[in-house]
């Protein structure tokens, strides 16, 4: 780029002193009016030169693979949000139940959930309880779990700790 910036530079820098070299030494006569017409056609045709020897074809090529690569980027922008979304989502899940559990009387070691997308929505499928809870504890927070997530007892998975 920078290379055929320079050798436009120079090639309008030539031009231009060949036709100042070229009007300076003709003659004052009905010549020197052509010259001057030739010269700055000559002038002219330097100072645009760029533009008929562009190369459109490799300007559509790099056009269409930045087109490529901002669709790729933004790809992974979207996968990493809908992760991180993921992630923020379960872990509010995770809290609720854990606060839910504490006022049942059940301290909870850790609470995680799994989430699923479903109609444009991450929703709770399963949840996995480490605690000391009896079993009757656990039903109480298993009710409480069904009642307000919606997630069934079955899903619900409870390891000593």
Known sequence: MTETLKSWVFGIVGASFITAI????????????????????????????????????????SMARYGDDAAAITQQLDAANENIERSIIAERFAAYISDKSAARGVTAASVVVEVEHSDGAWLPASVAIVSDADATQRAAVEYDIEAALGIAPQDITWREG
């Open 22 to 61: 070229t009007q300076a030494i003709t003659p004052e006569v009905r010549a020197k009016r052509v010259v001057a017409i030739v010269c700055g056609f000559v002038l002219m045709l330097a100072i645009l030169s760029p533009i008929c020897a562009f190369d459109y074809g490799s300007l559509q090529q």
